[in-house]
């Protein structure tokens, strides 16, 4: 069995195999790297996110991360200053959209961090704060992870999401990572 930590970049698919020919043109997984055969994504990233994905040969593994309530953090660059109030409606639970159906956030950690100067610049810039106004740099903790539910609760509370980086799962973290590397998991 054989398990990976990646430092996903922006642009990126979370998948080794592309089946839909609208996606003809887009990065995967198995651009990263000579993976074994039976290899996964643990969870997914949207094509917009980076940050940390494990791979696995190990189905126990995969179910241990996306079925335990480990707890997953995320780094969001959001539009407009966080006030006590949205980071309360955050942490307290809200109720989003999944694929079209009512869902209630369980509760999570929120908290205002500084903007974390040891990330990639990303390939495609975000956008300029004197122009278009100030953003502010959240760290969202959940237990969960349905389907763009971190973009989905900030845009919600009215802090749309500019920037989504997964800095940890569990213990492992992106911490000195480079975007695309690849380290292999004991």
């Known amino acids: 069995m054989a398990n990976f930590k990646i ?5 990126m698919l979370s998948q ?23 290899i996964m994504s643990v969870g ?13 040969t190990d189905g126990k593994f995969s179910h241990k991360i996306t ?19 949205q980071l309360a409606q955050l942490s307290e639970g809200l109720e989003i ?5 009512p869902y209630q956030t369980k509760s999570c950690k929120v908290s205002i961090i500084t903007p974390p100067n040891e990330l990639p610049k990303r390939a495609k810039n ?3 704060e004197k122009d278009h106004g100030a953003t502010s740099w959240l760290s969202i903790t959940l237990t969960e992870g349905k389907y763009r539910q971190v973009r989905k609760m900030t845009a919600k509370v009215g802090l749309p999401t500019l920037r989504l980086i997964r800095y940890r799962i569990g213990e492992e973290t992106i911490e000195d990572m480079k975007a695309e590397e690849v380290q292999t998991l004991s």
Request: charged fraction near 30%; charge should be positive.
């Open 97 to 101: 959209s999944i694929y079209g159906k």
């Open 126 to 128: 975000i956008r300029n």
């Open 7 to 11: 430092f996903k970049p922006y642009g």
């Open 44 to 56: 997914r990233l949207d094509q917009d996110s980076e940050g940390l994905l494990f791979l696995t």
């Open 16 to 38: 080794f195999i592309n089946n839909q020919n609208r996606r003809r043109n887009k990065r995967l997984l198995g651009e990263l790297g000579d993976f074994p055969e039976g």
């Open 67 to 85: 079925s335990t309530g480990i707890e997953k953090e995320y780094w969001a660059q959001v539009d407009g200053l966080a006030t006590e109030k």
